[in-house]
């Protein structure tokens, strides 16, 4: 089978033509998760596809999820806990648990997803990791862009982690 997905906001990045297409979604998601961890997106999944297990990477947000349609033959197992979702029933779930899911039915299966913040967070943790999160982001993006300006015909340089955080560090902010 295949998976596939169609991002609204991914890490702070907002695909305006996919929220052009789904306003009354974004007004939706906007409005109903006021603490949004800054990922929503539509998931698709084939017939006939097995996602293998894995867990997120950490438990610092939950994943909400509001499945829409091709739901038969769908289930999905979190921790110990299997799940069959129903159309129109939205539930949370701890993204950092192990989990897998399975689709044998005849339709593709859509649901939306919106990750938030874990609701044990106070609004001072929340933007702390936010603002790790966004450092994260701008080294990364930093990184990759000195990396391809390396490329012109260049060896890159070896970098050490203590490299890595000193070219880095003009990208700290107090956001």
């Not at 596939?4 to 007004?27: D, M, Q, W």
């Not at 689709?103 to 859509?110: A, F, L």
Request: hydrophobic share 40%.
């Amino acid at each position: 089978g295949m998976w596939n997905v169609l991002y609204l906001l991914l890490n702070h990045k907002r695909f305006e033509e996919n929220c052009a297409r789904f306003p009354a979604t974004i007004k939706a998601i906007n409005e109903a998760f006021p603490r949004q961890y800054s990922h929503a997106f539509f998931s698709a999944l084939t017939p006939g596809s097995h996602i293998m297990k894995h867990t997120g990477p950490s438990n610092r947000m939950l994943r909400v999820w509001l499945p829409l349609c091709g739901l038969e033959g769908f289930r999905l197992r979190v921790g110990d806990t299997v799940v069959h979702p129903k159309a129109g029933e939205a539930f949370v779930w701890d993204h950092s648990f192990e989990h897998e899911a399975w689709h044998e039915g005849d339709e593709t299966r859509v649901v939306l997803i919106v990750d938030v913040w874990h609701p044990d967070l106070t609004a001072p943790e929340v933007k702390f990791l936010s603002t790790l999160q966004n450092c994260r982001l701008r080294a990364g993006r930093a990184l990759a862009e000195q990396a391809a300006k390396e490329s012109d015909g260049r060896e890159p340089q070896d970098a050490t982690y203590f490299d890595i955080v000193e070219r880095a560090k003009h990208l700290l902010t107090d956001d």
